[in-house]
């Protein structure tokens, strides 16, 4: 029976190197770490043996989590990332009845609001000009929403501001849009992308796995759905983010065969620009209040999946993302030790965490965001939606040569 380790030994793993702890890994798990370190790619790796490192306990939780550095160190350099951008949620009437979500309204409620395009470019207007090169823009699905719905969203940003990078639209709201307009879906998809669409946002996964999916939303788009829709997209040019959410009713085979689904599509579309593991917060859920949910991530679990994640997706998606809305300060630093590279956008705006009981805040500036990466020892830079470009936020004279040519060649 392996020992559990302690949130303490947990908060203290940073400070672990790879000789201090590899001989108390059990044999399976270490040969799986040292494959993956040696060849920096994952392919190789059975699902049995993914299934085990998804298990990890004790000291060979401990051990994933330094490999996870490593592997982190190695493929992705010592540069943290972030995105200035918006969120701009433009609606909460939603037809669909989530029971993770607690963000959606009905729409006789008292607190419903709907966005009119004018206010929807204003707010992208506002963001330019305070320096975001992105908004991500979602909403819940309302009933008879005009046909061309989230074209013209789409035209009225780039309208009032043609350079914006416009990062939109769930695979959820792009099977209500094909079912709207009755286009199909790489017709609608390429419409969409002529008329500014950047990128998509690879959410609306939650778990890949219909049993689950029924437990969280019976009225949500299917597995086989979601994967049309980001391959198609794929196809059409439009690159897109993956996601995963988990601490509620899914187990950790469930992580390593999405990670592995997520590869697979990777290896055939090269279409994904980063992976997001999503905490589920629990306090203000449908979810949690019947009973159907545990109560969000330990931090064994917030650790572990962005650990797996690293590890299960190298040689495949290089960039992991921490979701600072969903952690606390300390957490999101912590798992940025764990494998991560990238600490998401600013936001600006958060309402979807923030209204299921999230308390990290709706906004971290990018002068936050550097003081966060300069406190653990890496190096902050600001990039583009699709990692093309990045602005190392160091004056040069901070930086030693060693430091300088790491960033570099990242």
Same mark, same amino acid.
């Given at each position: 029976?392996?020992r559990? &380790?302690?949130?303490?030994?947990?908060?203290?793993?940073?400070a672990? @190197?790879?000789?201090?702890?590899?001989?108390?890994?059990?044999?399976?798990?270490? !040969?799986?770490?040292?494959?993956?370190?040696?060849?920096?790619?994952?392919?190789?790796?059975?699902?049995? *043996?993914?299934?085990?490192?998804?298990?990890?306990?004790?000291e060979?939780?401990?051990?994933?989590l330094v490999?996870a550095?490593?592997?982190r160190?190695?493929?992705?350099?010592?540069?943290?990332?972030?995105?200035v951008?918006?969120?701009?949620?433009? $609606?909460?009437?939603?037809? &669909?009845?989530?029971?993770?979500?607690a963000?959606?309204?009905?729409?006789?409620?008292?607190d419903?609001?709907f966005?009119?395009?004018?206010?929807?470019?204003?707010?992208?207007?506002?963001?330019?000009? !305070?320096?975001? $090169?992105?908004v991500?823009? %979602?909403?819940?699905?309302?009933?008879?929403?005009?046909?061309?719905?989230?074209?013209?969203?789409?035209?009225?940003?780039?309208?009032a501001?043609?350079?914006?990078?416009?990062?939109?639209?769930?695979?959820? +709201?792009?099977?209500?849009?094909?079912?709207?307009?009755?286009?199909?879906?790489?017709?609608?998809?390429?419409? !969409?992308?002529?008329?500014?669409?950047?990128?998509l946002?690879?959410t609306?996964?939650?778990?890949?796995?219909? *049993?689950i999916?029924?437990?969280?939303?019976?009225?949500?788009?299917?597995?086989?759905?979601?994967?049309?829709?980001?391959r198609t997209?794929?196809?059409?040019?439009?690159?897109?983010?993956?996601?995963?959410m988990?601490?509620?009713a899914? $187990?950790?085979?469930?992580?390593?065969?999405?990670m592995?689904?997520?590869?697979?599509? %990777?290896?055939?579309t090269?279409?994904f620009?980063?992976?997001v593991?999503l905490?589920f917060?629990h306090?203000?859920?449908?979810l949690f209040?019947?009973?159907?949910?545990? $109560?969000?991530?330990?931090?064994? *679990?917030?650790?572990?999946?962005?650990?797996l994640?690293?590890?299960?997706?190298?040689?495949?998606?290089?960039?992991?993302?921490?979701?600072?809305?969903?952690?606390?300060?300390?957490?999101?630093?912590?798992?940025?030790?764990?494998?991560?590279?990238?600490?998401?956008?600013?936001?600006?705006? +958060?309402?979807?965490?923030?209204?299921a009981?999230?308390?990290?805040?709706?906004?971290?500036?990018? +002068?936050?965001?550097?003081?966060?990466?300069?406190?653990?020892?890496?190096?902050?830079?600001?990039?583009?939606t699709?990692?093309?470009?990045?602005?190392?936020?160091?004056?040069? *004279?901070?930086?030693?040569a060693? %430091?300088a040519?790491?960033? @570099?060649?990242a």
């Amino acid at each position: 029976m392996l020992r559990e &380790v302690t949130d303490s030994e947990l908060q203290a793993f940073p400070a672990l @190197e790879w000789s201090d702890i590899f001989s108390r890994i059990t044999p399976g798990i270490r !040969l799986s770490l040292e494959r993956v370190l040696g060849t920096q790619d994952a392919a190789s790796l059975s699902l049995e *043996e993914s299934y085990g490192l998804a298990n990890a306990a004790g000291e060979d939780l401990l051990g994933l989590l330094v490999a996870a550095n490593m592997l982190r160190a190695e493929l992705a350099g010592n540069i943290v990332t972030y995105v200035v951008n918006r969120n701009i949620n433009f $609606t909460n009437i939603c037809f &669909v009845g989530c029971k993770f979500c607690a963000f959606s309204r009905g729409p006789r409620e008292a607190d419903t609001y709907f966005l009119t395009f004018d206010e929807v470019a204003r707010k992208a207007l506002e963001a330019w000009e !305070l320096g975001a $090169t992105e908004v991500c823009i %979602q909403g819940g699905l309302p009933r008879n929403l005009p046909k061309f719905y989230y074209r013209d969203i789409l035209r009225a940003v780039k309208n009032a501001v043609p350079r914006m990078h416009i990062h939109a639209f769930s695979p959820m +709201e792009i099977v209500y849009g094909v079912e709207l307009t009755g286009m199909p879906l790489a017709d609608y998809l390429s419409m !969409l992308r002529d008329n500014g669409l950047g990128t998509l946002p690879g959410t609306a996964a939650e778990i890949l796995d219909d *049993e689950i999916r029924q437990i969280l939303s019976a009225n949500k788009l299917s597995t086989a759905q979601w994967i049309e829709v980001i391959r198609t997209a794929h196809r059409c040019g439009i690159r897109t983010t993956s996601t995963l959410m988990y601490g509620h009713a899914e $187990t950790p085979a469930h992580w390593v065969r999405q990670m592995r689904l997520l590869r697979e599509i %990777q290896s055939e579309t090269g279409g994904f620009t980063e992976f997001v593991p999503l905490g589920f917060v629990h306090q203000n859920t449908i979810l949690f209040h019947q009973g159907l949910s545990r $109560t969000g991530p330990s931090l064994a *679990e917030h650790l572990k999946v962005h650990a797996l994640a690293r590890v299960l997706l190298a040689g495949s998606i290089h960039n992991i993302q921490v979701s600072w809305v969903k952690l606390n300060r300390q957490l999101s630093q912590l798992c940025l030790h764990a494998g991560a590279n990238d600490y998401g956008g600013t936001l600006m705006e +958060e309402n979807i965490s923030r209204e299921a009981g999230a308390t990290a805040g709706q906004y971290t500036s990018p +002068e936050d965001f550097q003081s966060l990466i300069l406190e653990i020892g890496r190096i902050p830079a600001e990039r583009n939606t699709v990692y093309s470009k990045i602005n190392i936020k160091l004056p040069l *004279e901070d930086l030693i040569a060693e %430091q300088a040519l790491e960033a @570099e060649f990242a």
